[in-house]
């Protein structure tokens, strides 16, 4: 009897162990895939500014990373080089407006929510601010609304695209 249970035991385990050992295989990798790529403010945000990029012949290229945006000049030592790319590498923007036909970039814009306000948060916009104004790209900063005023987004987007343009 006590052979026959520990026979038992031992087939348990032996079919646990196949068992996780061809779902982990199987499985893969842990990824999963979202199921959407915008939330809903990020989505309704990007139908209203798509209107305008339309209109003006610019591209939208949402959640760009600033590294994507910027390089550092070879003039600063690897080091220094190598801790300013860390502040940025995992920082990004909701959309980058390119021109269509170069795309390069023309200006970026950040959806805000209440989270903007607080600690980390906070800090994290004042250093985007920061490398934005320090390379003359305009950064927009657009407060998240139900909906949006196509005109009024327009002109805020050319004003700040103006201001960065040389004096003649």
């Keep these: 009897m006590k052979m026959t249970i520990f026979i038992l035991i031992i087939v348990i385990i032996f079919i646990v162990f196949v068992f ?12 999963l895939k979202k199921i959407y790529f ?7 945000f990007y139908l209203a500014l798509k209107q305008v990029t339309d209109k ?11 590294l994507d945006i910027f390089y550092i000049p070879g003039r600063y030592h690897s080091r220094e080089n190598f801790l300013l790319k860390n502040k940025i ?4 923007v909701d959309f980058l407006l390119c021109d269509n036909s170069a795309f ?6 950040e959806l805000d929510d209440s989270s903007h306000r607080w600690g980390k948060r906070k800090e994290r916009d004042e250093f985007v601010d920061s490398v934005f104004s320090s390379t003359k790209l305009p ?4 407060w998240v609304s139900s909906s949006y005023d196509i005109n009024s987004l327009e002109q805020k ?3 700040e695209i103006e201001k960065i343009k040389p004096q003649k």
């Design 20 to 31: 996780f050992s061809l779902k982990r295989k199987v499985r893969g990798l842990p990824f």
């Design 38 to 44: 915008f939330s809903e403010a990020e989505k309704k």
């Design 56 to 66: 003006n012949n610019w591209v939208i290229f949402p959640k760009v990373r600033l």
């Design 89 to 92: 590498v995992q920082k990004h």
């Design 104 to 109: 390069s970039p023309i200006a970026a814009v």
């Design 139 to 142: 950064l927009l900063r657009i």
């Design 157 to 159: 987007i050319k004003e």
